[in-house]
């Protein structure tokens, strides 16, 4: 399929190829859509085994942002971009500031930010090149925490609907991956009084939760027969699967990984017809993208200001649970049916003519 076809099936607007001899540079910027704004979304730097997977990646994940940002009630649009290359091998300074010299030719059109394989420190050098990136350590920093507290909020507004009661009082949570995000969600649920069981495939890890807040450890396979209330998938991607699905016993799927559904259509129907809540993944980890984007308000960065926004995810949920009943599709449709309908009703604004 020739670029343009995929550009066409996604609905892209724009790809840039952005290439550096010396510094060994290979990178592709993806903007999918920019009606809400400019297209806001990480860098990831991976080893792909070649350039058509890593354009295939980069327009998946550029459109999955305009989706995002969208129902996080921003005003951005949707990019992405993908350096191809070892991050454990491949890094340099010059190959950083190359990157940002590219993200800069764009104007403001795309703002990148750090993302799989890229640190806040790489985004340090990037920086040095243009103003069109977030997420630095001197501003918003770490959003685990925040991404984790999204996470906490959206499952309230989950248990509000399944139980007719948003307290987490006695409720039984298994959360699968205690890394960044995992460990910060723990903490809010024993805070709120959850009884928490946790899985790792690092023991350490599972052993810091033990000690520190007194969960159940679990093996990670296990995790997912484990009679609870909610499953909180925190660790990887394609999770929920056909051979995941049937031995879920919990009534709630509400964490922070991304692309939890294996196959989006398939599995989100079939969840749905289990009668198991799913709170659709890029709607509920949103948290981490409301931090990065407030370093744009002017003024720069406020955390209390972005822990509140966070907060709202909550009501953004729950306008996903109430769109999906009315609408009778499975709440994986009815985030992007938010979604769509935001762009669409917002980018009408701009026949408006503004002199
Ligand atoms: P992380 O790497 O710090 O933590 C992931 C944890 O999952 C690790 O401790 C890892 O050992 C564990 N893990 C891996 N495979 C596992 C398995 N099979 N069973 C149990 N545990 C397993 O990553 P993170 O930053 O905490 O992010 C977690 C997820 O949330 C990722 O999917 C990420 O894309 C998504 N996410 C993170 C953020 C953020 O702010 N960090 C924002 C949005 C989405």
Redesign the pocket.
């Known amino acids: 399929m020739s670029v343009f076809e995929l550009m066409e099936r996604r609905g892209h607007e724009q790809v840039a190829f952005c290439f550096d001899k010396a510094s060994g540079l290979k990178a592709i910027i993806a903007i999918h859509d920019t009606t809400l704004g400019p297209a806001l979304g990480g860098c990831r730097m991976w080893p792909y085994s070649s350039e058509e997977e890593a354009l295939i990646d980069v327009l998946r994940l550029s459109e999955g942002m305009t989706y995002k940002n969208a129902v996080m009630g921003l005003d951005l649009g949707g990019g992405k971009s993908v350096i191809i290359g070892d991050p454990r091998r491949d890094k340099s300074e010059e190959l950083f500031r190359a990157f940002g010299r590219f993200v800069q030719s764009l104007n403001g059109r795309y703002i990148t930010a750090e993302d ?1 394989g890229t640190s806040v420190e790489d985004m340090g050098w990037v920086r040095l090149q243009t103003r069109h990136v977030v997420g630095l350590s001197t501003s918003s920093g ?3 925490p ?3 507290f999204g996470v906490f909020r959206g499952m309230k507004a989950c248990l509000r609907e399944v139980f007719g009661s948003e307290s987490l009082q006695g409720r039984r949570v298994a959360v ?8 910060h969600l723990v903490r809010h649920l024993v805070d709120a009084g959850a009884e928490v069981f946790a ?4 023991e350490e ?1 599972v052993k810091r939760v033990v000690d520190e807040f007194k969960v159940t450890p679990v093996a ?1 396979d296990s ?1 997912y027969d484990l009679d609870c209330d909610v499953f909180a ?5 394609a ?1 929920i699967n056909d051979e995941t699905l049937p031995r879920l016993k919990c009534r709630i799927v509400a ?5 939890q559904l294996a196959d989006k259509e398939r599995h989100g129907d079939a969840i749905h017809e289990r009668g198991i809540l799913y709170a659709p ?1 890029f709607v509920i ?5 409301i ?1 990065v984007a407030d370093e744009m308000e002017p003024g720069g960065y406020n955390r209390e200001r972005a822990y509140a926004r966070v907060s709202t995810i909550y009501d953004k949920v729950a306008e996903v649970i109430n769109i999906s009943r009315r609408e009778g599709v499975p709440t994986y449709k009815a985030a992007d049916l938010m979604a769509e309908g935001r762009i669409a009703r917002l980018g009408r604004l701009k026949k408006i003519y503004l002199p």
């Open positions: 799989v770490d959003p685990s925040l991404t984790a699968q991956g205690v890394g960044h995000v995992g460990y899985a790792d495939i690092f890890k990670p995790i998938p925190c660790a990887l991607g999770v964490g922070s990984a991304n692309n993944d980890n949103g948290g981490g993208v931090n």
